[in-house]
């Protein structure tokens, strides 16, 4: 399969936001807001699967500080998934101001 570019908003928040803001940073490469729970983040991820984006995202910020938390939507062809930490929570049409670059 080939990689497709996935638009990734989320919400992370953590027991230790100094720990985990550099690394999600790095991670992303897009737009990370500072929050009073954590961070919001807006940026495009290239990968085969949500599911599996998701989980290098999230074990990623794990291994950094262990209770970290991910709420994310990951979209792609018009199609949102959206996850709390590894589960996912459901399907959806995109909302046009997500479809596309």
């Given at each position: 399969?080939?990689?497709v570019p996935f638009?990734?908003?989320?919400?992370?928040?953590?027991?230790?936001?100094?720990?985990?803001?550099?690394?999600?940073e790095q991670l992303v490469g897009g737009t990370v807001t500072e929050t009073p729970e954590g961070f919001h983040v807006?940026?495009?991820m290239e990968g085969t699967d949500s599911r599996e984006l998701n989980r290098e995202l999230l074990s990623s910020l794990?291994?950094?500080?262990r209770r970290t938390r991910l709420?994310?939507?990951w979209t792609v062809n018009g199609v949102?998934?959206?996850?709390?930490?590894y589960v996912p929570k459901g399907t959806?049409?995109?909302?046009?101001?997500q479809s596309g670059r």
């Open positions: 399969m080939t990689n638009h990734l908003i989320a919400e992370v928040s953590s027991d230790c936001t100094t720990a985990i803001g550099p690394v999600l807006d940026c495009w794990r291994r950094v500080e709420r994310s939507e949102t998934d959206r996850f709390f930490d959806r049409p995109a909302s046009p101001d």
